[in-house]
């Protein structure tokens, strides 16, 4: 499953370094900054939570998979940014398997 994201992130940091604006959208993003990143990291979030409540009300759920790639994407846009990758968020998630929810929230403080 993580091949497709560890592919993602490569083409992300390519994108990034090497590629045009005029014609790369992932250059345009970096290009305008971070603060434009993190704006269409907000507006996916947003669209991935009203598609969620519209599959609990009945409506079909591939609008809910489709928001929730763009949310993934621009947050993996916004990770290539900062010079992270899905590969760091993935050795997060490893390092907290096994742990109890509530015990890694509390080693956070918050």
């Given at each position: 499953m993580s091949n497709i994201l560890a592919e993602l992130s490569q083409i992300l940091a390519e994108r990034k370094s090497s590629a045009n604006a005029d014609t790369?959208?992932?250059?345009?993003l970096h290009a305008k900054g971070l603060n434009k990143i993190l704006e269409k990291v907000g507006e996916e979030a947003t669209e991935t939570i009203i598609?969620?409540?519209?599959?609990?009300?009945?409506?079909?759920?591939?609008?809910?998979v489709g928001e929730t790639a763009d949310l993934w994407f621009h947050s993996m846009v916004m990770l290539s940014h900062l010079d992270l990758d899905?590969?760091?968020?993935l050795d997060e998630l490893g390092r907290r398997f096994g742990l109890s929810g509530i015990d890694e929230k509390a080693s956070r403080g918050k």
């Open positions: 790369s959208y992932v250059a345009q598609a969620a409540k519209n599959v609990e009300s009945g409506a079909n759920k591939s609008e809910l899905a590969q760091d968020v």
